[in-house]
Protein backbone atom coordinates (compact mmCIF):
# COMPACT_ATOMS: atom_id res chain seq x y z
CA UNK A 1 0.00 0.00 0.00
CA UNK A 2 2.71 2.45 1.13
CA UNK A 3 4.57 1.61 -2.39
CA UNK A 4 1.10 2.37 -4.28
CA UNK A 5 0.81 5.98 -2.60
CA UNK A 6 5.11 6.66 -3.01
CA UNK A 7 4.14 5.98 -6.41
CA UNK A 8 1.22 8.28 -6.50
CA UNK A 9 2.64 10.89 -4.71
CA UNK A 10 5.71 10.89 -7.15
CA UNK A 11 3.27 11.26 -10.29
CA UNK A 12 1.82 13.85 -8.46
CA UNK A 13 4.76 15.86 -8.12
CA UNK A 14 5.39 15.24 -11.70
CA UNK A 15 2.29 16.43 -12.92
CA UNK A 16 2.48 19.46 -10.81
CA UNK A 17 6.18 20.45 -12.02
CA UNK A 18 5.38 19.50 -16.13
CA UNK A 19 1.95 22.03 -15.15
CA UNK A 20 3.77 24.54 -13.51
CA UNK A 21 6.35 24.67 -16.17
CA UNK A 22 4.04 25.20 -19.14
CA UNK A 23 1.69 27.81 -16.81
CA UNK A 24 4.67 29.70 -16.37
CA UNK A 25 5.77 29.74 -20.21
CA UNK A 26 1.89 31.09 -20.85
CA UNK A 27 2.09 33.80 -18.88
CA UNK A 28 5.68 34.67 -19.71
CA UNK A 29 4.99 38.40 -21.58
CA UNK A 30 5.33 38.81 -25.77
CA UNK A 31 8.50 39.91 -26.73
CA UNK A 32 9.12 43.13 -28.24
CA UNK A 33 11.39 44.08 -31.14
CA UNK A 34 12.33 48.07 -31.57
CA UNK A 35 13.52 49.86 -34.78
CA UNK A 36 14.59 53.29 -34.49
CA UNK A 37 14.75 56.14 -36.98
CA UNK A 38 16.86 58.54 -38.16
CA UNK A 39 19.79 59.63 -36.65
CA UNK A 40 19.41 57.36 -33.12
CA UNK A 41 20.34 54.01 -32.23
CA UNK A 42 19.36 51.18 -30.70
CA UNK A 43 21.26 52.03 -27.46
CA UNK A 44 21.46 55.90 -26.68
CA UNK A 45 20.27 56.09 -22.80
CA UNK A 46 18.28 59.10 -23.74
CA UNK A 47 15.92 57.77 -26.47
CA UNK A 48 15.80 53.89 -27.92
CA UNK A 49 17.95 52.71 -24.01
CA UNK A 50 14.77 55.37 -22.47
CA UNK A 51 11.93 53.47 -24.11
CA UNK A 52 13.26 49.84 -23.56
CA UNK A 53 13.33 50.75 -19.67
CA UNK A 54 10.26 52.47 -19.72
CA UNK A 55 8.52 49.13 -20.91
CA UNK A 56 10.94 46.80 -18.85
CA UNK A 57 9.93 48.62 -16.00
CA UNK A 58 5.95 48.59 -16.66
CA UNK A 59 5.90 44.47 -17.79
CA UNK A 60 8.14 42.47 -15.33
CA UNK A 61 9.42 39.46 -17.33
CA UNK A 62 9.24 41.01 -21.00
CA UNK A 63 12.45 40.44 -23.09
CA UNK A 64 13.13 43.45 -25.63
CA UNK A 65 15.48 44.16 -28.18
CA UNK A 66 16.24 47.09 -29.77
CA UNK A 67 17.91 46.43 -32.78
CA UNK A 68 21.46 47.42 -34.44
CA UNK A 69 22.29 47.24 -37.94
CA UNK A 70 25.84 46.86 -37.95
CA UNK A 71 28.46 45.75 -36.03
CA UNK A 72 28.39 49.06 -33.34
CA UNK A 73 26.73 51.93 -32.27
CA UNK A 74 28.62 54.05 -34.73
CA UNK A 75 27.35 51.75 -37.65
CA UNK A 76 24.31 51.21 -36.59
CA UNK A 77 23.59 55.50 -36.47
CA UNK A 78 25.20 55.63 -40.20
CA UNK A 79 22.95 52.90 -41.24
CA UNK A 80 20.04 55.20 -40.51
CA UNK A 81 21.36 57.38 -43.52
CA UNK A 82 23.42 55.08 -45.48
CA UNK A 83 22.81 52.22 -46.90
CA UNK A 84 19.93 49.54 -48.92
CA UNK A 85 17.43 49.27 -46.80
CA UNK A 86 16.37 46.23 -48.27
CA UNK A 87 19.80 44.53 -47.21
CA UNK A 88 19.09 46.47 -43.64
CA UNK A 89 15.90 44.68 -43.56
CA UNK A 90 17.32 40.91 -44.35
CA UNK A 91 19.42 41.71 -41.78
CA UNK A 92 16.75 42.08 -39.31
CA UNK A 93 14.85 38.76 -40.40
CA UNK A 94 17.45 36.72 -39.62
CA UNK A 95 18.04 38.34 -36.18
CA UNK A 96 14.68 37.20 -35.30
CA UNK A 97 14.59 34.23 -36.76
CA UNK A 98 18.05 33.36 -35.07
CA UNK A 99 16.66 34.69 -31.65
CA UNK A 100 15.48 32.24 -29.39
CA UNK A 101 13.32 34.86 -27.00
CA UNK A 102 11.39 36.01 -30.39
CA UNK A 103 10.14 32.06 -32.14
CA UNK A 104 6.93 32.33 -31.00
CA UNK A 105 5.77 35.75 -32.12
CA UNK A 106 6.88 39.44 -30.83
CA UNK A 107 5.30 42.56 -31.27
CA UNK A 108 6.89 45.02 -33.45
CA UNK A 109 7.57 48.98 -32.34
CA UNK A 110 9.15 51.23 -34.79
CA UNK A 111 10.04 54.95 -34.68
CA UNK A 112 9.68 57.09 -37.54
CA UNK A 113 11.72 55.84 -40.44
CA UNK A 114 11.55 52.13 -38.36
CA UNK A 115 8.09 51.90 -38.77
CA UNK A 116 7.65 51.27 -42.12
CA UNK A 117 11.19 49.14 -42.03
CA UNK A 118 9.22 46.75 -39.43
CA UNK A 119 6.77 46.89 -41.34
CA UNK A 120 8.52 45.24 -44.80
CA UNK A 121 9.85 42.29 -41.70
CA UNK A 122 6.19 41.92 -41.24
CA UNK A 123 5.49 41.14 -44.78
CA UNK A 124 8.83 39.59 -45.94
CA UNK A 125 9.74 37.35 -43.17
CA UNK A 126 6.27 36.08 -41.26
CA UNK A 127 8.58 33.81 -39.01
CA UNK A 128 8.41 33.96 -36.28
CA UNK A 129 5.36 36.15 -36.63
CA UNK A 130 4.97 39.61 -36.06
CA UNK A 131 1.89 39.92 -33.34
CA UNK A 132 1.05 43.65 -33.19
CA UNK A 133 3.07 46.31 -35.34
CA UNK A 134 3.72 49.90 -33.58
CA UNK A 135 4.68 52.69 -35.70
CA UNK A 136 5.29 55.63 -34.38
CA UNK A 137 5.28 58.73 -36.98
CA UNK A 138 6.30 56.35 -39.69
CA UNK A 139 6.32 57.67 -43.28
CA UNK A 140 4.06 54.51 -44.73
CA UNK A 141 3.81 56.59 -47.53
CA UNK A 142 6.96 57.99 -47.91
CA UNK A 143 7.73 61.81 -48.04
CA UNK A 144 7.93 64.56 -50.36
CA UNK A 145 10.14 67.20 -48.50
CA UNK A 146 12.95 66.77 -45.53
CA UNK A 147 11.90 70.46 -44.21
CA UNK A 148 13.38 70.43 -40.63
CA UNK A 149 16.87 69.06 -39.64
CA UNK A 150 17.67 68.28 -36.33
CA UNK A 151 19.53 70.83 -33.70
CA UNK A 152 22.75 68.73 -33.24
CA UNK A 153 25.62 69.99 -35.45
CA UNK A 154 27.15 66.43 -36.39
CA UNK A 155 23.15 65.62 -37.52
CA UNK A 156 22.34 68.57 -38.94
CA UNK A 157 25.42 68.40 -41.63
CA UNK A 158 24.04 64.74 -42.29
CA UNK A 159 20.67 66.43 -42.74
CA UNK A 160 22.04 68.99 -45.61
CA UNK A 161 24.05 66.48 -47.54
CA UNK A 162 20.73 64.34 -47.59
CA UNK A 163 18.70 67.56 -48.76
CA UNK A 164 21.50 67.87 -51.59
CA UNK A 165 21.32 64.37 -52.63
CA UNK A 166 17.46 64.61 -52.98
CA UNK A 167 17.56 67.49 -54.77
CA UNK A 168 20.27 65.92 -57.36
CA UNK A 169 18.10 63.33 -58.13
CA UNK A 170 16.32 60.75 -55.42
CA UNK A 171 15.36 58.29 -58.06
CA UNK A 172 19.52 58.05 -59.66
CA UNK A 173 20.22 54.46 -59.39
CA UNK A 174 23.76 55.42 -57.00
CA UNK A 175 21.42 57.56 -54.39
CA UNK A 176 18.80 55.23 -54.66
CA UNK A 177 20.57 51.94 -53.44
CA UNK A 178 22.98 54.24 -51.05
CA UNK A 179 21.04 57.05 -48.96
CA UNK A 180 18.15 55.61 -47.12
CA UNK A 181 15.72 58.23 -47.33
CA UNK A 182 16.32 58.35 -51.10
CA UNK A 183 14.18 54.73 -50.89
CA UNK A 184 11.13 56.42 -49.07
CA UNK A 185 11.08 59.37 -51.23
CA UNK A 186 7.83 59.45 -53.26
CA UNK A 187 7.89 61.70 -55.82
CA UNK A 188 3.68 62.67 -56.34
CA UNK A 189 4.37 64.77 -59.63
CA UNK A 190 6.37 61.72 -61.30
CA UNK A 191 4.45 58.92 -60.35
CA UNK A 192 5.64 56.23 -63.09
CA UNK A 193 9.00 57.05 -62.42
CA UNK A 194 8.78 56.54 -58.63
CA UNK A 195 7.04 53.20 -59.01
CA UNK A 196 9.59 52.22 -61.76
CA UNK A 197 12.51 53.27 -59.71
CA UNK A 198 12.03 52.73 -55.90
CA UNK A 199 13.86 50.09 -55.05
CA UNK A 200 12.27 49.83 -51.69
CA UNK A 201 8.78 51.66 -50.80
CA UNK A 202 7.47 51.35 -53.86
CA UNK A 203 8.21 47.36 -53.37
CA UNK A 204 6.72 47.01 -50.10
CA UNK A 205 3.61 49.21 -50.93
CA UNK A 206 2.82 46.47 -54.03
CA UNK A 207 2.94 49.52 -56.12
CA UNK A 208 4.86 47.64 -58.73
CA UNK A 209 3.13 44.72 -58.76
CA UNK A 210 0.64 42.22 -56.06
CA UNK A 211 2.75 40.56 -54.05
CA UNK A 212 0.19 38.19 -52.37
CA UNK A 213 2.85 37.14 -49.86
CA UNK A 214 2.50 40.42 -48.45
CA UNK A 215 -0.42 40.78 -48.17
CA UNK A 216 -1.56 37.52 -46.78
CA UNK A 217 1.31 38.38 -44.01
CA UNK A 218 0.35 41.80 -43.17
CA UNK A 219 -3.50 40.82 -42.94
CA UNK A 220 -1.79 38.24 -40.05
CA UNK A 221 -1.37 40.83 -37.87
CA UNK A 222 -3.58 41.05 -35.11
CA UNK A 223 -3.08 44.97 -34.40
CA UNK A 224 -1.34 47.67 -36.78
CA UNK A 225 -1.01 50.49 -34.85
CA UNK A 226 -0.15 53.74 -36.26
CA UNK A 227 0.45 56.87 -34.77
CA UNK A 228 0.53 60.52 -36.14
CA UNK A 229 1.71 64.02 -35.05
CA UNK A 230 -0.69 66.79 -35.40
CA UNK A 231 2.30 69.60 -35.87
CA UNK A 232 4.92 67.01 -37.41
CA UNK A 233 7.48 69.06 -39.54
CA UNK A 234 9.66 66.30 -40.43
CA UNK A 235 6.78 64.27 -42.24
CA UNK A 236 5.99 65.78 -45.54
CA UNK A 237 3.33 64.98 -45.52
CA UNK A 238 2.48 63.93 -42.12
CA UNK A 239 -0.84 62.00 -43.20
CA UNK A 240 1.49 59.92 -44.60
CA UNK A 241 2.00 58.10 -40.85
CA UNK A 242 -1.59 57.12 -41.26
CA UNK A 243 -0.95 56.06 -44.86
CA UNK A 244 -2.37 59.13 -46.24
CA UNK A 245 -0.39 60.86 -49.23
CA UNK A 246 -1.17 63.36 -51.85
CA UNK A 247 -3.53 62.85 -54.76
CA UNK A 248 -1.43 62.00 -57.73
CA UNK A 249 0.11 64.56 -59.80
CA UNK A 250 0.20 67.67 -57.41
CA UNK A 251 1.47 68.23 -54.75
CA UNK A 252 -1.37 70.29 -52.05
CA UNK A 253 -4.40 68.11 -52.14
CA UNK A 254 -3.80 65.11 -49.50
CA UNK A 255 -5.87 61.90 -49.50
CA UNK A 256 -6.46 60.03 -46.18
CA UNK A 257 -5.69 56.20 -46.64
CA UNK A 258 -9.19 55.29 -47.18
CA UNK A 259 -9.18 57.64 -50.50
CA UNK A 260 -6.10 56.26 -51.98
CA UNK A 261 -5.83 53.24 -54.78
CA UNK A 262 -3.85 51.64 -52.26
CA UNK A 263 -6.92 51.44 -49.98
CA UNK A 264 -9.47 51.19 -52.61
CA UNK A 265 -8.02 48.47 -54.53
CA UNK A 266 -6.68 46.76 -51.11
CA UNK A 267 -3.07 46.31 -52.84
CA UNK A 268 -1.80 45.49 -48.78
CA UNK A 269 -4.98 44.39 -47.16
CA UNK A 270 -5.35 47.16 -45.28
CA UNK A 271 -9.06 47.33 -45.98
CA UNK A 272 -9.83 44.54 -45.12
CA UNK A 273 -7.88 44.38 -41.89
CA UNK A 274 -9.84 48.36 -41.24
CA UNK A 275 -12.98 46.64 -41.41
CA UNK A 276 -11.49 43.78 -39.57
CA UNK A 277 -11.04 46.43 -36.74
CA UNK A 278 -7.07 45.89 -36.71
CA UNK A 279 -5.84 49.73 -37.66
CA UNK A 280 -5.61 51.49 -34.96
CA UNK A 281 -5.43 55.34 -35.88
CA UNK A 282 -3.76 57.72 -32.83
CA UNK A 283 -2.56 61.03 -32.24
CA UNK A 284 -0.30 62.79 -30.54
CA UNK A 285 -0.57 67.12 -30.66
CA UNK A 286 2.98 67.95 -30.85
CA UNK A 287 5.75 67.75 -33.47
CA UNK A 288 7.80 64.50 -34.44
CA UNK A 289 8.08 61.64 -31.93
CA UNK A 290 7.24 64.18 -29.19
CA UNK A 291 5.31 62.66 -26.30
CA UNK A 292 5.61 62.38 -22.59
CA UNK A 293 6.73 58.99 -20.66
CA UNK A 294 2.78 58.60 -19.17
CA UNK A 295 0.86 58.73 -22.70
CA UNK A 296 3.48 56.04 -24.39
CA UNK A 297 2.65 53.75 -21.13
CA UNK A 298 -0.90 54.50 -21.00
CA UNK A 299 -1.91 54.31 -24.54
CA UNK A 300 1.18 52.10 -25.98
CA UNK A 301 2.41 49.64 -23.64
CA UNK A 302 -0.69 49.24 -21.76
CA UNK A 303 -2.91 48.95 -24.41
CA UNK A 304 -0.75 47.20 -27.21
CA UNK A 305 2.14 45.77 -25.57
CA UNK A 306 0.79 44.19 -22.38
CA UNK A 307 -1.26 41.83 -23.80
Known sequence: MYKKMEKFVIL??????VTGNGSAQEQKPTPLVIWHGMGDTCCFPFSMGRIKELVEQRIPGIYVRSLMIGANIIADEEHGYLGNVNDHVAQVCDKVANDPELQGGYHAMGFSQGGQFLRAVA????????????SIGGQHQGVFGLPSCPASATQSRTCEYIR??????AYNSWIQSGLVQ??????????EEYRNKSIFLADINNEKVINEAYRTNLKKLETFVMVKFL??????????????FYAPGQDNEVLPLQQTQL?????LGLKEMDGAGKLHFLTQPGGHLAFTDEWFLQEIVDKYIAV
Do not use: N
Request: glycine share 4%; hydrophobic share 35%; net charge negative.
Open 12 to 17: CVLLCV
Open 123 to 134: QRCPHPPVKSLI
Open 164 to 169: KLLDYG
Open 182 to 191: AQYWHDPLHV
Open 231 to 244: TDTMVVPQESEWFG
Open 263 to 267: YLEDR
